[in-house]
């Protein structure tokens, strides 16, 4: 931990409140006209997901946490936790499966995975943006509606539910945003 002035901290940046650790979601620094100027954090708390408002005087210290960002690959799945291993020297981690929440689905054997690490513990995850999968349910292909933009559900090989346009069938391999579950395109292997 750095004490560092309040002033000085940006979005994305990680701190130690009364023992709790928070991500910066926006950093502002007020200069009123008249007064002392003061720097007011928006913040997230890691453990829970709470957010807070606090403001500083530019000069006061707030301690700042480092957060180490590693390459890890995924391995599997094991009761609460999803387990990764480390690219260069193999170690083992296992991650709580909150701090991935809903992207929890997309992971896949072999998957690279970047998670930060504070202090040799897990407290964010970042998944590539785009995977690919298969569709296993959806409504038949239908004749004519192939020059139609509209979009049909359909169910996915990790039972993601997702629209897909018309001309797409049951088996066909899709690229899928994993931010908005949405349909990308037609994967091109």
């Known amino acids: 931990m750095v004490k560092v002035n309040a002033n000085t901290l940006r979005n994305g940046n990680v701190v130690e409140i009364d023992s709790k650790l928070y991500t910066i979601l ?24 709470v957010k807070i408002v606090e403001r500083y005087r530019t000069t006061e210290s707030v301690e700042r946490a480092f ?3 590693q390459d890890f690959t995924f391995l599997y799945e ?4 999803f387990v990764f291993m480390h690219k260069e020297n193999y170690e083992q981690l296992p991650v709580p499966k909150e701090i991935l929440g809903d992207q929890g689905v997309y992971l896949h054997d072999g998957m690279e995975v970047v998670l930060s690490l504070h202090e040799g513990t897990p407290i964010s995850a970042e998944i590539p943006q785009r995977v690919t999968l298969e569709v296993v349910e959806t409504e038949p292909v239908m004749k004519g ?7 049909k559900p359909a169910v996915l090989s990790n039972g993601v539910r997702t629209g897909v346009p018309t001309h797409i069938g049951v088996g066909a391999r899709i690229v899928v945003d994993t931010g908005t579950n949405g349909y990308i395109e037609r994967a091109k292997d």
Do not use: C, H, W, Y
Request: charged residues 25%.
């Open 26 to 49: 926006k950093a502002d620094n007020i200069q009123p006209g008249k007064g002392t100027p003061v720097t007011q954090l928006e913040m997230r708390r890691i453990s829970d997901g």
């Open 67 to 69: 957060v180490d960002s």
């Open 78 to 81: 094991e009761g609460d936790n």
């Open 145 to 151: 509606q192939t020059a139609t933009s509209s979009f």
